[in-house]
């Protein structure tokens, strides 16, 4: 996964265990899509030292996960969940009460927002 896509995700996870600096200068680049040339500036910071920071930061980030694997476990559960919706919607339009009640449990648990 790019770093792009893969920090968001870590730093949903272990944002909350980053420095307060570090998850400003994450969420700025990562989520704001800001450069760092940009953060630099705002920051009165040279480049390099908000580059240090982020990476430093997104290395933590990435250590954690290593650690405890709740990004993966939430990608892999995630692939599960739409994985058995096509299996319920290949099964097709049975009205049977279980199918019907499954279908609208998993409806349900896909729209919810993480």
């Keep these: 996964?790019?770093?792009?896509?893969?920090?968001p995700l870590l730093f949903d996870f272990y944002g909350p265990l980053l420095t307060e600096r570090q998850q400003e200068l994450v969420r700025a680049y990562y989520l704001e899509d800001l450069s760092l040339g940009e953060i630099a500036e705002s920051e009165a910071v040279s480049?390099?030292?908000?580059?240090?920071?982020?990476h430093r930061a997104a290395a933590a980030l990435t250590e954690y996960e290593e650690?405890?694997?709740?990004?993966?476990?939430?990608?892999q559960r995630?692939?599960?969940?739409t994985a058995l919706?096509?299996?319920?919607?290949?099964?097709?339009?049975g009205t049977d009460?279980?199918?019907v009640l499954a279908r609208?449990?998993?409806?349900?648990l896909l729209e919810t927002p993480e």
């Design 1 to 7: 996964m790019k770093d792009m896509a893969r920090i």
């Design 47 to 54: 480049r390099q030292a908000v580059h240090d920071l982020i």
């Design 67 to 75: 650690r405890l694997g709740f990004a993966a476990a939430h990608v």
């Design 78 to 81: 995630q692939a599960e969940l």
């Design 85 to 93: 919706a096509a299996d319920l919607e290949a099964a097709g339009s």
């Design 97 to 99: 009460p279980h199918l």
């Design 104 to 108: 609208d449990r998993l409806r349900r």
